[in-house]
């Protein structure tokens, strides 16, 4: 969906685009498809309206490692 006009219309269209596999240019986080879409997987798994309002009422930060880990273990599954 992220580049939909990139996309062949047709009825399988897992044939109209490449399948980008993890590779030591993707580790690193320079490549922009792999940065666009690791921000659509971040959105898509955690908001950033839950994110900022859960942060808020537990009072946390995004530096505080073991609170962001007891809040994943919150969501609902």
């Known amino acids: 969906m992220l580049h939909a006009k990139d996309i062949q219309k ?10 980008l ?11 922009r498809l ?12 955690m908001p950033p309206k839950f994110l900022e309002s859960a942060l808020d009422a537990a009072g946390l930060d995004l530096e505080d490692d073991a609170g962001i880990e007891a809040l994943t273990k919150k969501l609902p599954r």
């Open 21 to 31: 596999l993890r590779d030591e240019v993707s580790s690193r986080g320079v490549d």
């Open 34 to 45: 792999e940065i666009e879409a690791n921000a659509f997987a971040s959105e898509l798994l």
């Open 10 to 19: 047709a009825v399988h269209v897992d044939k109209g685009f490449r399948m």
